[in-house]
């Protein structure tokens, strides 16, 4: 075995950390390196995989102590940290907070199935990226995917006849004996030729050669509810591929992603952006027109604003999922200080400040001066 980074290490725990400590560490890496987030990126691969599977086993009270005991060399046994080890695990930590319908199974619920069943297909995955305006109003997106479907020609049957499985001989199951560090281990696995069935086909169907499923490309309507967010997904039960020999439909999970938008930045349901006001406008009080997702809008502006004043358009935000409260856009006007004056501007610039430097006795307005040139003495 190639060195083995500590499990305690992975996750960045102390050995006496306990099992909720344990989670949200795994929870904060699994989130980090998440392949979506990653896409491509190995080394993130790895360390998505390595966090897994330390997971796996410090989440474990038997494996723990076992591990606390032997190291890595009380692990490498039973076929431990496999994927499916650390993808069980995955589940079990992103049902809790991703899932845009909430509560339930989340992630693969229905998974398991019994010691002789055929396997579930395989869960799939995508990403759908959406604008501010579509998560504002929910959408429903049309999707090109490609899976394994039921072969019509057997109607997943495989074939027509059935007849004992040789490899497994009608059990279903096949018995590994592999030496190990604790002796000898039995493996018992679902049979690779049945696929857990315990019968084979007497005559395969050509189409599919016998696996019931062939490839196929489908679109899909997905509706997107409204006042979603970036990492959230959807399940749709039963819409991912189709397990071999007749096994059930895994799920199709939707990942969300948030498009940027070049105006807005969101914060929950609100929106923030920004505007630049003329320094006129600022003291004199006027409207700008400012982009909403519906649009642009007139944005009143009341004598005598100040710079980074924000305004706010009430409403102009993002609903909450599932009904409630509705965000604002919140504006950030800055005042834009003309940086080329031409000569006429000059002079009227040079004549106001002639007036407000005037003593007050001499005329001039009292209001903004005076309380310039006190903010500057003092
Ligand atoms: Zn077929
Ligand atoms: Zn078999």
Redesign the pocket.
């Given at each position: 075995m190639a060195t083995k980074r500590d499990y305690y290490e992975i996750l960045g725990v102390t050995k006496d950390a306990d099992a909720t400590a344990i989670k949200s560490a795994y929870k904060k890496l699994a989130v980090k390196y998440h392949p979506d987030k990653n896409p491509g990126n190995k080394e993130a691969e790895e360390k998505f995989k390595e966090a897994a599977e330390a997971y796996g086993v410090l989440s474990d009270a038997t494996k723990k102590a076992q591990y606390d005991r032997f190291g890595h060399a009380g692990m490498n046994q039973g076929g431990m940290g496999g994927g499916a080890q650390g993808f069980s695990n995955f589940e079990d930590i992103f049902s809790s907070f991703g899932d845009i319908f909430g509560g339930g199974g989340g992630f693969g619920g229905g998974r398991s199935r019994g010691p002789s069943g055929p396997p579930r297909g395989q869960d799939l995955q995508i990403q759908l990226t959406l604008t501010l305006k579509d998560i504002a109003h929910g959408v429903t997106k049309k999707i090109q995917l490609k899976r394994f479907g039921r072969?019509?020609?057997?109607?997943?049957?495989?074939?027509t006849g059935k007849e004992t499985c040789g490899t497994c001989k009608g059990q279903g199951q096949v018995r590994r004996t592999q030496n190990s560090f604790f002796g000898q281990v039995v493996n018992v696995t679902a049979c690779p030729d049945c696929g857990g069935t315990g019968q084979q086909i007497k005559v395969r169907?050509?189409?599919?050669?016998?696996?019931?499923?062939?490839q196929e490309e489908v679109t899909l309507p997905i509706e997107i509810p409204a006042g979603v967010e970036e990492g959230q997904y959807l399940t749709l039960r039963g819409e991912g591929h189709r397990g071999p020999h007749g096994g059930g439909a895994g799920d199709l999970l939707v990942v969300i992603h948030e498009a940027r938008d070049e105006r807005f930045e969101r914060r929950g349901v609100d929106l923030h952006g920004k505007a630049d006001i003329p320094f006129t406008t600022a003291a004199l009080g006027g409207s700008i027109r400012v982009p909403t997702l519906e649009g642009d809008v007139e944005l009143k502006i009341p004598a005598g604003t100040q710079s980074d004043t924000l305004m706010r358009l009430r409403g102009k935000g993002l609903p909450e999922l599932h009904g409630g409260a509705h965000g604002h856009l919140y504006v950030k006007v800055h005042i834009d200080t003309p940086q080329k004056l031409g000569a006429r501007e000059t002079e009227l610039l040079k004549e106001l400040q002639a007036l407000w430097e005037a003593p007050a006795s001499k005329g001039g307005k009292e209001s903004g001066s005076k309380d310039k040139s006190k903010s500057f003495f003092f």
């Amino acid at each position: 075995m190639a060195t083995k980074r500590d499990y305690y290490e992975i996750l960045g725990v102390t050995k006496d950390a306990d099992a909720t400590a344990i989670k949200s560490a795994y929870k904060k890496l699994a989130v980090k390196y998440h392949p979506d987030k990653n896409p491509g990126n190995k080394e993130a691969e790895e360390k998505f995989k390595e966090a897994a599977e330390a997971y796996g086993v410090l989440s474990d009270a038997t494996k723990k102590a076992q591990y606390d005991r032997f190291g890595h060399a009380g692990m490498n046994q039973g076929g431990m940290g496999g994927g499916a080890q650390g993808f069980s695990n995955f589940e079990d930590i992103f049902s809790s907070f991703g899932d845009i319908f909430g509560g339930g199974g989340g992630f693969g619920g229905g998974r398991s199935r019994g010691p002789s069943g055929p396997p579930r297909g395989q869960d799939l995955q995508i990403q759908l990226t959406l604008t501010l305006k579509d998560i504002a109003h929910g959408v429903t997106k049309k999707i090109q995917l490609k899976r394994f479907g039921r072969c019509k020609t057997c109607d997943g049957a495989g074939g027509t006849g059935k007849e004992t499985c040789g490899t497994c001989k009608g059990q279903g199951q096949v018995r590994r004996t592999q030496n190990s560090f604790f002796g000898q281990v039995v493996n018992v696995t679902a049979c690779p030729d049945c696929g857990g069935t315990g019968q084979q086909i007497k005559v395969r169907c050509k189409d599919c050669n016998g696996q019931g499923r062939v490839q196929e490309e489908v679109t899909l309507p997905i509706e997107i509810p409204a006042g979603v967010e970036e990492g959230q997904y959807l399940t749709l039960r039963g819409e991912g591929h189709r397990g071999p020999h007749g096994g059930g439909a895994g799920d199709l999970l939707v990942v969300i992603h948030e498009a940027r938008d070049e105006r807005f930045e969101r914060r929950g349901v609100d929106l923030h952006g920004k505007a630049d006001i003329p320094f006129t406008t600022a003291a004199l009080g006027g409207s700008i027109r400012v982009p909403t997702l519906e649009g642009d809008v007139e944005l009143k502006i009341p004598a005598g604003t100040q710079s980074d004043t924000l305004m706010r358009l009430r409403g102009k935000g993002l609903p909450e999922l599932h009904g409630g409260a509705h965000g604002h856009l919140y504006v950030k006007v800055h005042i834009d200080t003309p940086q080329k004056l031409g000569a006429r501007e000059t002079e009227l610039l040079k004549e106001l400040q002639a007036l407000w430097e005037a003593p007050a006795s001499k005329g001039g307005k009292e209001s903004g001066s005076k309380d310039k040139s006190k903010s500057f003495f003092f």
